[in-house]
């Protein structure tokens, strides 16, 4: 199934272009009427600045994270006090909220694990949908 942005790229970067030329994020989020999205664009922009371009490309797949990826990541987030969103732009995680889920699992004592996703994982199980008649009637 594919992912569908809730806004395009070049809107993005249209936004984005203006803020990095010194308009304020609140005033682009009301002139584009995103209400409440101000901090959204600021995220953006970083984005931006690390990535490019390439920070706004949709993926119609999730991406496969090694358990030493993840292990990698957590542990520069607790050596170094870096933000979720800054190791999520720095290593090209789709959103801070992922990296987030790591490090809860990480401190709960949960076990970090390899992720790849495959579509047999999503599939749902079927379920009998016939009535069984009892031999006893």
Same mark, same amino acid.
């Given at each position: 199934?594919?992912?569908?942005?809730?806004?395009?790229?070049?809107?993005?970067?249209? $936004?984005?272009?203006?803020?990095?030329?010194?308009?304020? *994020?609140?005033?682009?989020?009301?002139?584009?009427?995103?209400?409440?999205? *101000?901090?959204?664009?600021?995220?953006?922009?970083?984005?931006?600045?690390?990535?490019?371009?390439?920070? @706004?490309?949709?993926?119609? &797949?999730?991406?496969?994270?090694?358990?030493?990826?993840?292990?990698?990541?957590?542990? !520069?987030?607790?050596? /170094? /006090?870096?933000? @979720?969103?800054?190791?999520?732009?720095?290593?090209? $995680?789709? &959103?801070?909220?992922?990296?987030?889920?790591?490090?809860?699992?990480?401190?709960?004592?949960?076990? $970090?694990?390899?992720?790849?996703?495959?579509? !047999?994982?999503?599939?749902?199980?079927?379920?009998?949908t016939t009535k069984e008649i009892s031999? /006893?009637?």
């Amino acid at each position: 199934m594919e992912k569908k942005a809730k806004y395009s790229k070049e809107l993005k970067l249209e $936004i984005i272009k203006r803020y990095l030329k010194g308009e304020s *994020s609140v005033k682009l989020a009301n002139e584009y009427e995103m209400s409440n999205m *101000s901090g959204d664009i600021r995220k953006w922009a970083h984005r931006y600045e690390v990535l490019g371009e390439n920070a @706004f490309m949709v993926s119609n &797949t999730s991406k496969p994270y090694t358990k030493e990826f993840k292990e990698q990541v957590i542990k !520069e987030y607790l050596l /170094g /006090g870096i933000s @979720f969103s800054d190791l999520a732009n720095n290593y090209n $995680i789709s &959103t801070s909220e992922v990296v987030r889920r790591w490090i809860l699992k990480y401190n709960n004592g949960m076990e $970090i694990k390899d992720y790849n996703p495959k579509s !047999e994982v999503y599939a749902m199980k079927s379920r009998k949908t016939t009535k069984e008649i009892s031999e /006893g009637l």
